[in-house]
């Protein structure tokens, strides 16, 4: 058993639930139509219920995971290498007032206020599998908006082929920034298609609640059928580009990281095996699971990349 406090869960399915702009909001929501119109409300949510959970395409039954096993544990270089040290370390991030900069191939560039942006994207609540390239996984229902809407707002020109993100940069605060562990700031993207696909979310919470700082707030990616790299952390710029964007990891070692990084358990990284993968909580004594490729998601997005050979474009 993983996690005994939860009911399993199909873990690539959406869950849409109740629209709402905050917490607040949400718990307001959640008391209005508590007669079963709304999924579990943010209790629940806390506790993990997810047994209302419509049943879904894939092929494995997981449990959420801990909110103190995802919050506890985090990769957030910009503070740490340490996967704790980095949960306190970020707590040093102001994250409001927030703007995003857009720029690049798009008719509407300009900075936009997080607020703002947050008007036009109504929130919705979503579980995801959540695989990172170090062979560890989590699932996690985390709160935020489709990707491709707010992007579709800034009017990408026919030009804009690719999507970049940046992570915030300021080494007064990110201390791990002093160090040359990446080339800073970090740096991820998708293409256009990716960026548009519905799966991928714009999140800025999780567990019914505001994302923790170490988990990226106020705003960060999720991809879900691709390594948690990709899933950039506390985006200040968006730039719409013609040509592949260059990213953080794939800079620092091209033949690990490549710019797809989709989960495939048939491309093993240079230095270990893809095949399996621990589950965070879980303990020691059981076994790892057998990891999907693209993560559990290949129904949706392995159409994606028909052409292309993913042993090359790993
Ligand atoms: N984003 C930034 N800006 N800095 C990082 O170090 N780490 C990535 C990704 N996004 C990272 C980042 C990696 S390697 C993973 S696995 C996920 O964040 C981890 O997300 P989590 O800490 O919320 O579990």
Request: hydrophobic share 40%; aromatic share 12%.
């Amino acid at each position: 058993m993983l996690i005994k406090t939860k009911a399993n869960i199909l873990s690539s399915e959406i869950t849409d639930r109740a629209v709402f702009e905050s917490r607040r909001e949400f718990i307001k929501a959640a008391t209005a139509f508590s007669a079963g119109f709304l999924l579990p409300s943010l209790g629940q949510a806390e506790t993990g219920k997810y047994a209302d959970v419509p049943v879904g395409p894939s092929s494995a039954k997981l449990a959420v995971t801990d909110r103190e096993d995802v919050a506890g544990y985090t990769n957030y270089y910009e503070f740490s290498t340490n996967k704790q040290d980095s949960t306190v370390l970020a707590q040093a991030l102001k994250i409001k007032p927030w703007s995003v900069e857009v720029v690049g191939e798009v008719a509407k560039p300009g900075v936009y206020d997080l607020e703002d942006i947050l008007k036009d994207n109504p929130v919705q609540e979503r579980i995801y599998r959540f695989r990172c390239v170090e062979a560890w996984s989590m699932v996690v229902p985390w709160i935020g908006f489709p990707l491709g809407d707010m992007l579709k707002r800034f009017k990408p020109t026919s030009k804009a082929k690719f999507v970049e993100f940046t992570t915030f940069y300021n080494p007064e605060i990110m201390i791990g920034q002093r160090s040359g562990v990446l080339d800073w700031p970090y740096v991820e993207g998708l293409r256009i298609d990716e960026a548009m696909h519905p799966l991928a979310m714009m999140a800025t919470g999780m567990y019914g609640d505001e994302l923790p700082k170490q988990n990226g707030a106020p705003l960060r990616l999720i991809v879900p059928w691709k390594y948690g790299f990709k899933s950039i952390k506390a985006i200040v710029k968006i730039r719409f580009m013609e040509n592949t964007p260059e990213t953080a990891w794939h800079k620092s070692a091209p033949n690990e990281n490549g710019f797809y990084a989709n989960v495939n358990p048939e491309v093993s990284h240079p230095r270990w095996s893809q095949r399996r993968e621990r589950v965070l909580g879980s303990s020691i004594f059981t076994p790892k699971r057998d990891t999907e490729k693209f993560n559990g998601y290949g129904a949706e997005v392995a159409g994606l990349y028909s052409d292309m050979d993913l042993k090359r474009y790993f």
